[in-house]
């Protein structure tokens, strides 16, 4: 071999060491200081919260009502409408989707979105993901936190003054 060939191998071996050091540094870094196994400071919890945090109450009704299809306990019946041929609920959310499509017209897949989007299981999620400092909660600082904002012309029929 010549001695170019002997110099490449050599730097191609030393940077692939260094590269291999720095992943493992990398990962070393990222892991959790109690064996793994701590979830207090979890970013994420289960993949009814990565749902949530990536696309609010309506991608987790979502995932849900995909993951309902994928094993069967969930099929559509018609375009927009869905049925339930196994009412088997492994979670809260997946209760909560159960519960609306008894109580939704006809099966109509719109009504289950937004009764499960509005249900105490997603909103707990959101809750708790708030409450971790993970996601913006319902009490949010700012001007859409005080309400609707009045028209001039409201506020000066409801002061009494002409």
Partial sequence: MSTAGIIYTLLIALSSVGLIRAVVAAGRAQAPAGGGHDDEGAFVRGTAEAAFLSGGPARLTDAVIAGLHEDGRLVVAGPGVVGIPRPTA??????????????????????????????????ETGDALAARGRSCGRARAGPAAAGPRRSSSEASAGSGSP
């Fill in 90 to 123: 492994r979670n809260a959310v997946e209760r909560a989707v159960l519960d609306a499509h008894a109580a939704a017209p006809g099966g109509a897949l719109h009504w289950l979105r937004t009764a499960v989007m509005r249900s105490r299981p997603l909103q």
